[in-house]
Nanobody, 121 residues
């Protein structure tokens, strides 16, 4: 499975962005897809995850109520980010797994390249 993330950019605090992650390859085997983020000097942080078949979602407390994860019926996952704050600045990675839905980065078999989100104050 290959993952291609896009949609990052520079936005002012309070603004919005929508990230996309397109999956290709053996997408029928996916169980979950999600997002992690990492700012230089900090640990990689879980953001959100969605069950590929049932659509169940789970969010980090830091983004709950501001971010929404969703997917279409084909191969693309989205992360709608509203009311962005400077602390949301990071490189955002999309991830996928054939067998788990978890907040643990090491459990995800597939990783896309990051897309940079920068929020100015």
């Amino acid at each position: 499975v290959q993952l291609q993330a896009s949609g990052g950019g520079l936005v002012q605090a309070g603004g919005s962005l929508r990230l996309s992650c397109a999956a290709s390859g053996r997408t029928f085997s996916l169980y979950s897809m999600g997002w992690f983020r990492q700012d230089p000097g900090k640990e990689r942080e879980f953001v959100a995850v969605i069950s590929w078949r049932g659509g169940s979602t789970y969010y980090a407390d830091s983004v709950k109520g501001r971010f929404t994860i969703s997917r279409d019926n084909v191969n693309t996952m989205y992360l709608q980010m509203n009311n962005l704050q400077p602390e949301d600045t990071a490189l955002y990675y999309c991830v996928a797994s054939p067998d788990v839905l978890t907040t643990t980065a090491g459990s995800y078999a597939y990783w896309g390249q990051g897309t940079q989100v920068t929020v100015s104050s």
